[in-house]
């Protein structure tokens, strides 16, 4: 009896063993094993996967190194942000707290516009993404709409804004979100281009990037928004590996105006997920970065190398 | 110097300008997409412009290089190639940003703002280097037996460079100098392409086009 038992529970280790290394073989194949693959968009850049486990819905650039998670919405509660670098991104609102035209390079599941639409609706608010295969996916899969107020370009950033600076465009808040973390676009990274993102800018107006913290970019990058716009917020969470730059053309406000402006503010972010108050003690201006290191310009961008 | 020994001497020097042009073609067409990018973004459009005029200039040079080595091949034409392309490469680097910003402002389509803006810019150019191919073959053949042989020969030290031109400029020229920097070193090696084919020729002693490649 005793020795069937042993067996039978040797038996069954093994199963399991077997099981698992099954498991890991396959996950090492095709790396979204556990993730249920909604839906695979053709693209000409690179092909993307709406996946979903247990509720969340995710847009992924690579199925084949799953972890790339561009965007992320909660089924049960869509209307909150998942990720951390999403929820920072609202702490542009507490230097621009009533924006009415809207600028945001890189579309992702369109969770970021939603939002903001939803709480401006007033406002406008131009997107820019440069592959329409993530404006499909985010349309079909993430609840995002377009309307008179709210216009998607399928357009590289840089090309939309150097027009939109011809023609004496302005918007109030800008968001720089175009990077997808596995190749990042340099000539979005270069004192030209910022200067052309300036030239679109409002004198009240905001500029909020979400960039890199970790790797030698960091320095490069903080230097180049330095040079552009002067003295700017950086803003960091512990468990984000984003850090988001809130730049402004006129003097940034003090840290009475910040969290003076935090709270009417609390109110309508608190469906996103996102606790405003906790950001102003956390947007810092002193530089923690290299300062030694060199401008990012047209002439010198070596972002992707720089990045690894 | 005797003939046999600057025959020889010519020959190498025709085999690693044939791995130099290679080099140098690759290196610009990489820079061309951050030539192009400020003004036409990073779509993959504007490498499809970039790839196609640079095609289509190195099919035109293959063309009319080989043509032009029909009637009375020499050094001196030969060396010119390199010189004229060196000059036609200077635009690139003075007059790119004028030429893109008028460019910019009449085509609204970045495909075809991409597409025009690499035809003025590097259509002449590469397409002179184009000739180099088809006419450094002409100048290493000289019987018909061994020709298959000598272009063989030529394709490996064109493709060669352009292998390792693509691979250092995207991997080290680029996080070390400046664009500009590293065109006037693309422009430095044709010069110098050019320099060494005309030196040689200068040589006292004939050399002729076309002799049996000695091997060693």
């Known amino acids: 009896m005793k020795t069937e038992r042993v067996l039978h529970r040797t038996r069954r280790l093994w199963r399991q063993c077997a099981l698992f290394s099954l498991s890991m073989m396959a996950s090492l194949f095709c790396g979204v094993v556990s993730a249920e693959v909604l839906h695979e968009e053709k693209s000409v850049y690179r092909n993307i996967f709406v996946t979903e486990v247990d509720g969340r819905r995710c847009l992924m650039f690579n199925a084949i190194r799953g972890e790339r998670n561009q965007t992320c919405m909660d089924m049960r509660n869509p209307k909150e942000f998942v990720f951390h670098y999403a929820r920072m991104t609202m702490a542009g609102l507490l230097v621009n707290p009533n924006p009415q035209h809207i600028l945001i390079a890189g579309l992702g599941g369109g969770t970021l516009p939603t939002a903001l639409h939803e709480m401006y609706p007033d406002a406008t608010i131009d997107i820019l993404e440069i592959d329409q295969a993530v404006v499909n996916v985010a349309k079909n899969f993430f609840n995002f709409q377009e309307s008179e107020q709210v216009q998607t370009h399928v357009v590289d950033a840089r090309v939309f804004i150097k027009r939109a600076g011809l023609e004496g465009k302005k918007y109030d808040f800008i968001v720089l979100d175009a990077f997808t973390g596995e190749y990042i676009p340099e000539h979005l990274m270069t004192q030209e281009f910022l200067e052309e993102v300036k030239q679109v800018l409002t004198p009240d107006g905001v500029v909020v990037a979400n960039t890199f913290s970790s790797s030698r970019l960091y320095s490069y990058e903080s230097e180049t928004y330095r040079a552009v716009f002067g003295d700017f917020f950086n803003l960091k969470m512990s468990g984000s590996g984003n850090r988001v730059i809130i730049a402004q053309q006129k003097p940034l406000p003090s840290m009475g105006e910040l969290k003076a402006n935090a709270q009417p503010l609390f109110e309508p972010l608190k469906p996103y997920g996102v606790d405003i108050l906790e950001f102003p003690a956390r947007m810092g201006t002193r530089p923690d970065w290299d300062q030694t290191r060199r401008v990012l310009t047209d002439q010198f961008s070596p972002a992707n190398l720089l990045g690894r | ?216």
């Open chain 2, 1 to 216: 110097m005797t003939e046999p020994r600057k025959n020889r001497l010519m020959q190498n020097v025709i085999v690693f300008c044939a791995f130099l042009n290679g080099f140098v073609i690759m290196t610009i067409e990489l820079l061309g997409g951050r030539v192009l990018s400020p003004y036409f973004g990073t779509s993959v459009y504007v490498w499809g412009s970039i790839i196609t005029i640079f095609m289509l200039s190195l099919s035109l040079g293959y063309l009319w290089g080989g043509r032009l080595s029909s009637r009375n091949p020499n050094h001196a034409t030969f060396a010119s190639f390199f010189g004229l392309s060196a000059l036609l490469s200077l635009p690139i680097i003075f007059f790119s940003e004028w030429t893109m910003t008028q460019v910019f402002l009449r085509v609204e389509d970045p495909r075809y703002g991409s597409l025009i803006a690499a035809t003025v810019l590097y259509f002449l150019p590469i397409c002179l280097m184009g000739m180099v191919s088809p006419y450094s073959i002409r100048l290493l053949v000289s019987s018909e037996e061994h020709s298959g042989r000598m272009a063989g020969l030529l394709y490996f030290v064109s493709t060669l460079g352009s292998a390792l031109g693509t691979l250092m400029t995207s991997f080290y020229f680029v996080l070390w100098f400046e664009i500009d920097t590293i065109m006037w070193g693309a422009i430095g090696a044709l010069l110098l392409c050019g320099a060494s084919v005309a030196i040689v020729h200068r040589l006292p002693g004939q050399a002729t086009a076309g002799v049996q490649y000695h091997e060693n």
